[in-house]
């Protein structure tokens, strides 16, 4: 009997530890597999652009402003939602947002002015909000410091393979499938609703959840559940006195504009309105993909960057992509479009501008802690979206005047070079 006691010992905690890593494993992957298709519901504008010109006659200024409302309302979400996300639970805060979203994209298909288009847009960027600062928060459940620059690079990188599918999903709906731009709206979304579903059968929320609070160490300096009991007012105290938001927020704010001009522009840069007809040696759309998928894979390969070869010190990996991203935009300005030179720098002008993002999302577990670190993400990302927001009409209304699409890649420099020098400030 001793021996069989003494035996068993050792066996629960193995068992412990392992059911803590598999549901840690299929928290990453949920939330990162759900992300995946959220920009499905909110990147696509751009490729719709030609077909609202040319059905309701609206200039690139108006639907400039009609981008900066859906940013400004993922912004104002972000501050609020994130803080849900603490309170609530990223899970099912996630879970609603793709749902609602895709309301939203239907309700836009059918608009016809714009007001209308300005009001759905908007609403949609108030429920795209509720998915990255929530599920931010589910992963800082699981996951712990030195592991986060990893699981952000991952996080982060699928919502650039987000923007891959955000890329191809209309150009087979308008190239292949030959339908109207309204459908954009309506089948590219539809995929939010399997991330959806595979987030709500797989992940849960905490390790508490699970009886698992005892196995994974805190980040250092308090229990895994320390925090957890805060007021809202509290969360946002703690975030909103802490200097380095700030400097923090300017930086990834120049960062995220320079994102959205290409995000947005790049389709209008390389196809136009006779984009089908073209007769170039390289088919444009496969031109544009290039950017999204430099994207994804930069933000895969920052936060590694920053854990494994600048020691967690996520401000020198920041910088030096953005200093590489505003050089590659440079040399955008001069390269004609249907070429292999360009394919290779507008995937290299992905890769550094999008690259970032990754260290900069880790930085907020890392500076703030992970009792509130949805609040901090939703902070930054308001004031991320503000500057994104700001950006979307300027650049609209320097291309209706200038008549030259390729001054995108000019004010993208300057945004990086200005993200670079503030970048130098946060030394965390």
Not at 278 to 288: E, F, G, Q, V
Not at 342 to 351: E, P, Q, R, S
Request: hydrophobic share 50%.
């Amino acid at each position: 009997m001793q021996f069989n006691t003494t035996d068993a010992l050792p066996c629960k905690p193995i068992s412990r530890r392992s059911a803590f890593d598999q549901y840690k494993w299929r928290a990453l992957i949920g939330v990162t597999f759900c992300y995946l298709f959220y920009y499905t519901g909110r990147q696509t504008l751009g490729f719709a652009i030609p077909g609202i010109e040319h059905d309701y006659g609206l200039s690139k200024y108006q639907i400039g402003w009609i981008s900066a409302t859906m940013l400004w309302g993922y912004a104002a979400g972000q501050f609020i939602n994130g803080n849900l996300g603490d309170k609530l639970g990223g899970k099912r805060m996630m879970i609603a947002g793709a749902v609602l979203s895709l309301a939203a994209n239907w309700v836009f298909s059918f608009g016809h002015s714009f007001w209308f288009f300005l009001l759905a847009w908007g609403a949609n960027g108030y429920f795209q909000s509720m998915g990255f600062a929530p599920g931010s928060r589910l992963l800082s459940n699981w996951w712990s410091h030195k592991n986060r620059g990893f699981v952000y690079g991952v996080y982060v990188g699928f919502s650039g393979f987000s923007s891959v599918l955000a890329y191809i999903f209309p150009l087979l709906i308008l190239g292949t499938m030959h339908l109207d731009w309204v459908w954009i709206f309506r089948l590219a979304p539809l995929s939010m609703l399997l991330g959806a579903m595979v987030l709500w059968i797989f992940v849960s929320e905490r390790p508490e959840d699970r009886q698992l609070s005892a196995i994974e160490p805190s980040d250092g300096t308090q229990p895994s559940t320390a925090g957890d009991d805060l007021t809202s007012a509290q969360r946002y105290a703690t975030v909103l006195r802490n200097w380095r938001l700030y400097i923090t927020g300017l930086a990834i704010g120049f960062q995220n504009t320079a994102r959205y001009a290409l995000v947005v522009w790049v389709p209008v840069h390389f196809l136009g309105m006779d984009w089908k007809t073209s007769s170039a040696l390289i088919d444009p759309k496969w031109i544009t993909v290039a950017l999204p998928i430099g994207m994804a894979l930069g933000a895969l390969s920052n936060s590694w960057i920053s854990d494994s070869v600048f020691q967690g010190r996520r401000y020198l990996a920041i910088v030096s992509y953005m200093v590489l991203a505003s050089t590659t935009a440079i040399i955008m300005m001069f390269i004609p479009h249907a070429n292999m030179v360009t394919i290779g720098l507008l995937f290299l002008c992905g890769f550094f501008v999008f690259g970032p993002a990754s260290s900069f999302w880790a930085l907020c577990p890392d500076i703030f802690g992970r009792h509130v670190a949805g609040t901090a993400t939703g902070v930054l990302n308001t004031m991320s979206y503000i500057f994104a927001g700001i950006g979307e009409p300027v650049i609209g209304h320097m291309i209706d005047s200038t008549g030259n699409t390729s001054i995108i890649f000019l004010i993208v420099a300057g945004l990086c070079a200005t993200s670079a020098v503030l970048s130098l400030l946060i030394k965390r």
